[in-house]
């Protein structure tokens, strides 16, 4: 198909043709406003971060805010404290850009602490909305029809195949490397922000590839079947591993990927292995090939 387009651009004009592409690019920013104990509004302080965090937001860009509570109170009583707290996040944003955005939001709630060492500071970082940022500036790409077409043939052949290394000794049913979370977070560690994008450009290229983003928590080592809070544990930890399965989804989505492709779910709670530390590899999104 590429050769086609080279070989006609070549007969029709016989010379030096510039053409202006926009490509979007697409960046991600997060910022946390903390609140303090009970409250659903926030002091000045946090609230000048939130409208510098906010200024440069532009029509085309989104924000998903995710409120969380410590775990003092009842599970019904937190919900509604994090619906607070999101609503009136929300309402300052809207009040303090004129854009149009698209805003998501979800209302964790009670986030347990299973660990008691330093519980205050523990309690105080868990009053918080995490507000990400999706931007999308475009970017002017120049593209020269003259150019050798051998070359940029094999520079081609040469991305694709390297991206395709992924799925290369791969089959149905197997697992790539897995996506790692922060603990107790919906944020990805450096490392596996490069591999993600390394899957994105598997998928992009080989639109027969499907697989399906599984989500996962690790804590250390509990009884949650025995826990005499077991139903709100097992129901926080689906709940945030769904959360981070859909991140993943929503980033290959929103830079292009056919939703045909993806599929998610979270399953909670499953360490790799017991211990009575946490592990870090269980903060996890696993990877499975669906069809290949």
């Given at each position: 198909?590429?050769?086609?387009?080279?070989?006609?651009?070549?007969?029709?004009?016989?010379?030096?043709?510039?053409?202006?592409?926009?490509?979007?690019?697409?960046?991600?920013?997060?910022?946390?406003?903390?609140?303090?104990?009970?409250?659903?509004?926030?002091?000045?302080?946090?609230?000048?971060?939130?409208?510098?965090?906010?200024?440069?937001?532009?029509?085309?860009?989104?924000?998903?805010?995710?409120?969380?509570?410590?775990?003092?109170?009842?599970?019904?009583?937190?919900?509604?404290?994090?619906?607070?707290?999101?609503?009136?996040?929300?309402?300052?944003?809207?009040?303090?850009?004129?854009?149009?955005?698209?805003?998501?939001?979800?209302?964790?709630?009670?986030?347990?602490?299973?660990?008691?060492?330093?519980?205050?500071?523990?309690?105080?970082?868990?009053?918080?909305?995490?507000?990400?940022?999706?931007?999308?500036?475009?970017?002017?790409?120049?593209?020269?029809?003259?150019?050798?077409?051998?070359?940029?043939?094999?520079?081609?052949?040469?991305?694709?195949?390297?991206?395709?290394n992924l799925f290369e000794t791969k089959k149905k049913g197997d697992?790539?490397?897995?996506?790692?979370?922060?603990?107790?977070?919906?944020?990805?560690?450096?490392?596996?922000?490069?591999?993600?994008?390394?899957?994105?450009?598997?998928?992009?290229?080989?639109?027969?590839?499907?697989?399906?983003?599984?989500?996962?928590?690790?804590?250390?080592?509990?009884?949650?079947?025995?826990?005499?809070?077991?139903?709100?544990?097992?129901?926080?930890?689906?709940?945030?591993?769904?959360?981070?399965?859909?991140?993943?989804?929503?980033?290959?989505?929103?830079?292009?990927?056919?939703?045909?492709?993806?599929?998610?779910?979270?399953?909670?709670?499953?360490?790799?292995?017991?211990?009575?530390?946490?592990?870090?590899?269980?903060?996890?999104?696993?990877?499975?090939?669906?069809?290949?």
């Amino acid at each position: 198909m590429q050769k086609n387009i080279y070989k006609t651009a070549y007969k029709i004009l016989g010379l030096l043709i510039l053409t202006i592409n926009l490509t979007f690019s697409q960046t991600e920013t997060t910022l946390k406003v903390y609140f303090e104990y009970n409250k659903s509004n926030i002091n000045s302080n946090e609230k000048a971060n939130l409208i510098k965090f906010i200024s440069n937001i532009n029509n085309k860009d989104s924000i998903s805010v995710y409120a969380f509570c410590d775990d003092i109170g009842s599970e019904k009583y937190n919900k509604n404290l994090a619906k607070n707290r999101n609503e009136y996040i929300i309402k300052l944003i809207k009040k303090y850009t004129n854009k149009k955005i698209e805003i998501s939001r979800f209302d964790i709630g009670k986030v347990p602490i299973l660990d008691k060492k330093n519980i205050n500071f523990k309690r105080k970082q868990n009053r918080n909305v995490t507000i990400k940022l999706k931007s999308f500036t475009k970017k002017k790409k120049q593209l020269d029809l003259t150019i050798n077409k051998k070359s940029e043939n094999n520079k081609v052949v040469k991305i694709v195949n390297k991206w395709k290394n992924l799925f290369e000794t791969k089959k149905k049913g197997d697992y790539l490397e897995d996506i790692l979370f922060n603990q107790g977070q919906i944020v990805i560690i450096q490392k596996s922000k490069q591999y993600l994008n390394h899957l994105f450009y598997s998928l992009k290229y080989d639109k027969n590839i499907k697989i399906k983003l599984i989500g996962f928590v690790g804590a250390r080592k509990i009884s949650v079947t025995k826990h005499k809070l077991a139903k709100f544990y097992k129901n926080y930890f689906i709940k945030l591993s769904t959360l981070r399965a859909k991140y993943v989804y929503d980033y290959l989505i929103d830079r292009g990927i056919d939703a045909k492709q993806l599929s998610y779910e979270g399953q909670g709670y499953k360490p790799i292995s017991n211990t009575k530390k946490v592990n870090p590899l269980d903060q996890r999104v696993r990877i499975l090939i669906v069809s290949n």
